[in-house]
Nanobody
Framework: QVQLVESGGGLVQAGGSLRLSCTGP????????VGWWRHTPGIEYEFVGG????????EYADSVKGRFTISRDNAKKTVYLEMDTLRPEDTATYYC?????????????????WGQGTQVTVSS
């Protein structure tokens, strides 16, 4: 397992942008695939997107394709989630999660480590 720390959440108007960061300060972060998830009370956790350990593969949920971009800087042990053209329905707590073996990126049980979450609120 690895320690994960998210940052960058906040309040933004619809149409605006935010960038979330997920940092793995301990050892091993760069060996893990990283996914972004979001959760709204009363709704199941939703897979947002993910990036492979070497950034050669990226996956996105249909709901965010073309608006969100995931990247990583292994020198900084950080994965980013750039969110553009935000909508009120993007309001949620966003989590990053790390998995060493990910045969199904959209299965939350395959991720071994989770961050504490960061709140994103999009006003209309």
């Amino acid at each position: 397992q690895v320690q994960l720390v998210e940052s960058g959440g906040g309040l933004v108007q619809a149409g605006g942008s935010l960038r979330l960061s997920c940092t793995g300060p301990g050892r091993g972060f760069n060996d893990y695939h990283v996914g972004w998830w979001r959760h709204t009370p009363g709704i199941e956790y939703e897979f947002v997107g993910g990036i492979s350990r070497n950034a050669g593969r990226r996956e996105y949920a249909d709901s965010v394709k073309g608006r969100f971009t995931i990247s990583r800087d292994n020198a900084k042990k950080t994965v980013y989630l750039e969110m553009d053209t935000l909508r009120p329905e993007d309001t949620a707590t966003y989590y990053c999660a790390a998995g060493y073996f990910l045969t199904n990126w959209t299965n939350s049980a395959m991720y071994e480590s989770w961050g504490q979450g960061t709140q994103v609120t999009v006003s209309s």
